[in-house]
């Protein structure tokens, strides 16, 4: 079993910064992946940028440029930093992390990110 725990998240003005992290606890195998998603009321739960243990990174189209995820693999603790965040990035994210090679996928237990106009 591996436990999330997010923190970050909150209000913000469009435009501005505004950093997420999780720390992953419990079976952490040495190859993982962990990254972020994002979800809006009524729509799928959409990829926003994911890392590897060797730091092979994946972002959303949307957020290229803007978002910049990275992790400490001694914390098992995953970061996004989003730059320049528009309306439209309001949504709550959530963490996953996810063993490579195991099809099977644990989440957070998600953060609300709200960016006013």
């Known amino acids: 079993q591996v436990r999330l725990v997010e923190s970050g998240g909150g209000l913000v003005q469009a435009g501005g910064p505004l950093g997420l992290s999780c720390t992953a606890s419990?079976?952490?195998?040495?190859?993982?992946?962990m990254g972020w998603y994002r979800q809006t009321p009524g729509k799928q739960r959409d990829l926003v940028a994911t890392i590897t243990t060797d730091g092979s990174t994946n972002y959303a189209d949307s957020v290229k440029g803007r978002f910049t995820i990275s992790r400490d693999n001694a914390k098992n603790t995953v970061y996004l930093q989003m730059n320049s965040l528009k309306p439209e990035d309001t949504a709550v994210y959530y963490c996953n992390y996810r063993h490579i090679g195991v099809d099977y996928n644990y989440w957070g237990q998600g953060t609300q990110v709200t960016v006013s106009s």
């Open positions: 419990g079976t952490i195998f040495s190859r993982n992946v």
